[in-house]
Each structure stands twice: as structure tokens, then as C-alpha cells.
């Protein structure tokens, strides 16, 4: 179970381009196709985690505090476009919601060639200590970093 986010910034327009804080480029792989020759859904949740490791990773890890990382607990995807081989996908990413152990980022994944979008999704994701196994409450500098991102 979730907890509730108190913390909550405006509505993004997750279609749009100008939503997102942090971009990663991914090529799309020839085996992402399904049988009926378009990128398969189930590669759309990967894009997701790229676009979310790209921009989080560095910060979670530069906090300097062992044991500290992010799990996974909800993932939500809107496909809205085909995507098709070969050519390449640009993630935008950004934080939308910080409560007090969990956060959520959301996703736009574009069409690299016409730079439309063809899906967004929403993680919510839990400060984790791999050493105790539980989620807990951040380092304050990386709760700052994340307010910081939040409001901007």
C-alpha cells in the first residue's frame, strides 16, 4: 500500500514536451517488435525505467549514504501511438508528487522521428535501504534535490 502524497505539484501536460525536467534517448531494437510489426507494450515499461534511471539514479547514488536506493511500486502506462523499427525514442522524465518515503515521476515517451508521443506513464517509487530492507525516509539532501526538481 501506498502512502498518500501530501506534497503535490500542479497538473503537467505529459503529451507535451515542454513537461519534462530530464531526457534520455533510447534505439529501438529490432526484436522490440511484436508479431504484428510494431513495438511490442511490454518494451514501452522499459523505456519508463531508462527514462526514470537516467534522471534519478545519479542523485540517489551521489547522496552517499550505503544501502540507500528506489523500488518500484506502481507503474501506470497510456499508450497513445505505434512505434516502429527501426528509429529511436526520447523519455522525458519528472518528479510530479514527493511524499514522505515515496515519490512519483512521470514519463513521456516520443517519437525520435516526428516527436510525437506515443505513450506517457506514471511510476510511484519508495525510498528503500537494501541493508534493512524497508522503505524509509530520505537523506535530507536528496529530499532537497527532490523539492528542488519538484518545483521546477
Known sequence: MTEPMSDRAPSFDLRSRASFQHW??????????????HVN?????????????????????????????????RVVIDFLKELHFPGHVEIGSRIVRLGTKSFVVANGV????????????????????????????PPPSVRAEFERLLGG
Open 41 to 73: 507494450n511490454s518494451v514501452f515499461s522499459t523505456f519508463l525505467e531508462q527514462g526514470r534511471t537516467a534522471f534519478l539514479h545519479p542523485i540517489v547514488k551521489s547522496a552517499a549514504h550505503p544501502g540507500l536506493d528506489i523500488v518500484l511500486a
Open 110 to 137: 516520443f517519437d525520435g522521428a516526428s516527436e510525437t508521443c506515443a505513450a506517457t506513464g506514471e511510476a510511484t517509487l519508495v525510498f528503500f535501504d537494501t541493508n534493512a530492507r524497508r522503505a524509509v525516509l
Open 24 to 37: 534520455v534517448t533510447h534505439t529501438l531494437r529490432y526484436n522490440d517488435q511484436d508479431p504484428i510489426g
